[in-house]
Nanobody, 117 residues
Framework: QVHLVESGGGLVQAGGSLRLSCAAS????????MGWFRRAPGKEREFVAR????????YHADSVKGRFTISRDNAKNTVYLQMNSLKPEDTAVYYC??????????WGQGTQVTVSS
């Protein structure tokens, strides 16, 4: 099991940047694929990005490709989401998640990102 705590959310103007962090505890972090998801008000949870256990593979949703970058530092047990050129439609609660086997089994509590126009 992996315990996850997100931080770095806040209020930013359109075009601005934020970096989200997700601190993990648990022996299996370095073996887990990590992902970022978001849920906007009144909408379903949406996949944002994922990264493999050794950072060899990273994938970003089309809606954020070229603006957001996922990365991880296994020595620090942390995964990041660098968000640039933010848009009002990026406003959501952002969650990180861990996948050791098949499913996204461990989730953080979320951090709010609000982008003003």
């Amino acid at each position: 099991q992996v315990h996850l705590v997100e931080s770095g959310g806040g209020l930013v103007q359109a075009g601005g940047s934020l970096r989200l962090s997700c601190a993990a505890s648990g022996r299996t972090f370095s073996m887990a694929a990590m992902g970022w998801f978001r849920r906007a008000p009144g909408k379903e949870r949406e996949f944002v990005a994922r990264i493999s256990w050794n950072s060899g593979l990273a994938y970003h949703a089309d809606s954020v490709k070229g603006r957001f970058t996922i990365s991880r530092d296994n020595a620090k047990n942390t995964v990041y989401l660098q968000m640039n050129s933010l848009k009002p439609e990026d406003t959501a609660v952002y969650y990180c998640a861990a996948k050791v086997q098949v499913t996204w089994s461990d989730w953080g509590q979320g951090t709010q990102v609000t982008v003003s126009s």
